[in-house]
């Protein structure tokens, strides 16, 4: 295969990757001549843990491409260099992934790009599960118990200013069911309040 169909190869790549994340790769650029005889032997089909290796690499750019964004402003504020080592993180995984695909088979596009399109991933852990002082539930139990403190309590709550911070309810509710604001600080309002009335209400809760 010459250097051009591998260019080819990976902008074909690249936009399946741009319509599943919405960022494109970058095209490496051409290799040199004296290099182009090993990568044309290198290129066999990978091994099951170089497979997974692959997917994972998949897994994590995606993650970084998907919510890097909402994590901007806290990155920013943990250092002067973490939101650019977020961004330099991003592009070395797409440089590993563009170089480690030039040495597989050309059939190997379609695997991946396969698994961009249609694939997802999920993680699971088997409960409960305590480990010290921590138990781990399902989702849907955690839910209905959230559900059933913030019916109760949170709806009936009449606590101002400073006194939201005190509530030992809505500390475990940050933790477990994390709001998209968090108001410390500004105690104009607890996250919860208008969240237990709208399921007092029987309305879809999007906190």
């Not at 080819?8 to 001549?33: C, I, Q, S, T």
């Not at 409960?127 to 913030?150: F, H, T």
């Not at 998209?180 to 105690?187: L, R, S």
């Amino acid at each position: 295969m010459t250097e051009q169909q591998n260019l080819e190869r990976l902008k074909r790549f690249d936009e399946e990757m741009r319509k599943r994340f919405g960022v494109r790769w970058a095209v490496p650029a051409p290799v040199a001549p004296e290099d182009r005889g090993d990568r044309e032997e290198a290129r066999t089909k990978p091994n099951r843990l170089e497979n997974e290796f692959m997917l994972n690499l998949m897994i994590l750019r995606n993650a970084l491409v998907a919510m890097g964004p909402a994590i901007r402003e806290r990155a920013r504020r943990a250092g002067k260099t973490t939101w650019r080592d977020i961004r330099l993180m991003t592009r070395l995984v797409e440089k590993i992934q563009e170089q480690l695909i030039l040495t597989m088979p050309a059939r190997r596009d379609d695997y991946y790009s396969s698994y961009a399109k249609h694939g997802h991933y999920e993680l699971m852990i088997n409960g409960p599960i305590r480990n010290k002082r921590m138990v781990l539930i399902s989702d849907r139990y955690l839910g209905a118990l959230c559900e059933a403190a913030m019916k109760t309590e949170c709806c009936m709550c009449m606590r101002e200013g400073s006194e939201i911070s005190g509530c030992l309810l809505r500390q475990a509710l940050l933790e477990v069911a994390p709001p998209t604001e968090v108001m410390d600080g500004k105690w104009i309002r607890c996250e919860y309040r208008d969240a237990a009335r709208n399921l007092i209400r029987d309305e879809e809760v999007t906190i």
